[in-house]
């Protein structure tokens, strides 16, 4: 007993002066305003989150460049460098080790963690089966299912009760990912609201991974793995979890004739036989589909409650879309189409509120920014989706208002650089599942909001919904939300 007591003692002991050490050794190298800002967290006593407060910092910046020394990292919201990082020179940013020590254990060999050959072999595939007419007509039957018989069920039975509109929407997406991506359905979604396992693990796995890339050094998070203590025991247990569900499914699929399946797992299952590496798809499936279109939507209907005028306009719409069929609740494929104000909605509210509030890089060899900014071999280069939303430099003074009609031209929809709107990366890397995501997301709000009315619920202004950044957006304390049956117009 005291041998074990005194290796604990020690092992604590060797942490705090690692700790100690590290700080120790920031700053006396740098006394800028904005490192001092971060290590004293003087931030928050003006700022909500530290995405505002890098947003403030960027705006300032005439460069709409900072650099945050103490944690080797430099951050940008100007359009040239995200080009110049994801097209221009593309080869010397990778995603690094750095960012695959701290996702590793979670995300393993996925697309999301990983560079070079295993990136581009699975890239691959997968563009060719998101490509794929079939992939994307059974996804949207898939979503066009769950709106039809849990969704919308669901909020008939709450009809005038309060309901975390988040957590309704994530057993929609996770339930949705589950059956697309490997023919498995949870039941997130049903009447009872049951837990999941398997969805509370990967929570939990996705939560404490994201608060490794938190810490001032990775020393102090590798230390605990090393130990097993803290907030790394509980992220060994939940991916101890995830795992052991993510081999049942492989188990069982491979138990069936997997070879006339449509779901994503079951085509890669045919060209591939390292299990390990499925059940790292897996996890991407997952943290990809789930987490991005939850946190989209949710932050979509809480700017709708604030902007009833914007409802008004995607019924009309709709409407007028749908004349031949206005009594149906779900828009066909060729249906949702057609709806550019919603299209034009829908990525309004991604641009105020990407689910993806910022993306890093690793500099691989010493390179110069278009801006100016030197990066030396080694820096994390962070681009920032949620700044360079509000900056008037790329969106004009009106900046921080929600505008569905700033991507309209002549009432049609039109897309916007991907460098200044980089929410689904660009490039090379730009996200593949891009037009499947915004097409749920559009079935689900169409659906909705031709259906019911929605109330955003809270007691006392210290209850209002609080933007949450992470791994993926959330809001802090759910979407409380009262739902009522449509009035007739």
Known sequence: MATILFFLILAISILVLSILFFLSRLKPYCECEICKGYLNSTWSLEFKNLCDWYSYLLKKSPSGTIHVHVLGNVITANPNNVEYMLKTNFDNFPKGKQFSTILGDLLGRGIFAVDGEMWKFQRKMASLELGSVSIRSYAFDIVSDEIRNRLIPLLKSNIHTVLDLQDVLRRFSFDSICKFSFGMDPGCLKLSLPDSNLQESFDLA???????????????????????????????????????????????KRKNDFSSQNDLLARFMRNMNDDKLLRDIIVSFLLAGRDTVASGLTTFFWLLA?????????????????????KETLASFEEIREMHYLTAAIHESIRLFPPVQFDSKFCQEDDTLPDGTFVAKGTRVTYHPYAMGRMEGIWGKDCLEFKPERWLEEGLFKAQCPFKYPVFQGGVRVCLGKDLSIVEMKSVALALIRQFDFQVHVATKEQAPKFMPGLTATVRGGLPIMVQERREQ
């Open 306 to 326: 604030q902007h009833p005028r914007v409802i008004d306009e995607i019924r009309a719409e709709s409407s007028r879309v749908m004349v031949r069929r206005e």
């Open 206 to 252: 996705s939560k404490l991974s994201a608060e490794r890339a938190m810490t001032v050094s990775p020393l102090v998070w590798k230390i605990k793995r090393g130990l097993n203590i803290g907030s790394e025991k509980k992220l060994k247990e939940a991916i101890k979890k995830v795992d052991i569900l993510a081999e049942e499914v492989i188990i069982q």
